[in-house]
Nanobody, 126 residues
Framework: EVQLVESGGGLVQAGGALRLSCLAS????????IGWFRQAPGKEREGVSC????????VYADSVTGRFTISSDYLKNTVYLQMNSLKPEDTAVYFC???????????????????WGQGTQVTVSS
């Protein structure tokens, strides 16, 4: 059974940084893609970043490019999202998701087919 557990959320001031972790179990990373998503109050969930073990590629939403970095520790079965220069508009519940695929159209694919964690709250104060 695929299980994902997010951690690392919290309250931070604008301009600060947080690192989220997604601990995965129940599958081997090979040929899978891991995505980070977020959902702000009253808004739809959106894709933030994706890392593909199929081809090694990473993808970022325009709103986080240059500020967020996705990475992984294969031996720890953990994918990270380093978030720098945080803004109040980054406030959301952040989720990680996994799918047996690459990062092409990852947001749609993971929404329909992915396995999901429970989410971790990130709050950025102004």
């Amino acid at each position: 059974e695929v299980q994902l557990v997010e951690s690392g959320g919290g309250l931070v001031q604008a301009g600060g940084a947080l690192r989220l972790s997604c601990l995965a179990s129940g599958f081997a990373f090979d040929d899978w893609a891991i995505g980070w998503f977020r959902q702000a109050p009253g808004k739809e969930r959106e894709g933030v970043s994706c890392l593909s073990y199929t081809d090694g590629k990473t993808v970022y939403a325009d709103s986080v490019t240059g500020r967020f970095t996705i990475s992984s520790d294969y031996l720890k079965n953990t994918v990270y999202l380093q978030m720098n220069s945080l803004k109040p508009e980054d406030t959301a519940v952040y989720f990680c998701a996994a799918v047996y695929d690459d990062c092409v159209d990852y947001a749609s694919v993971m929404e329909n087919l992915g396995s999901w964690g429970q989410g971790t709250q990130v709050t950025v104060s102004s």
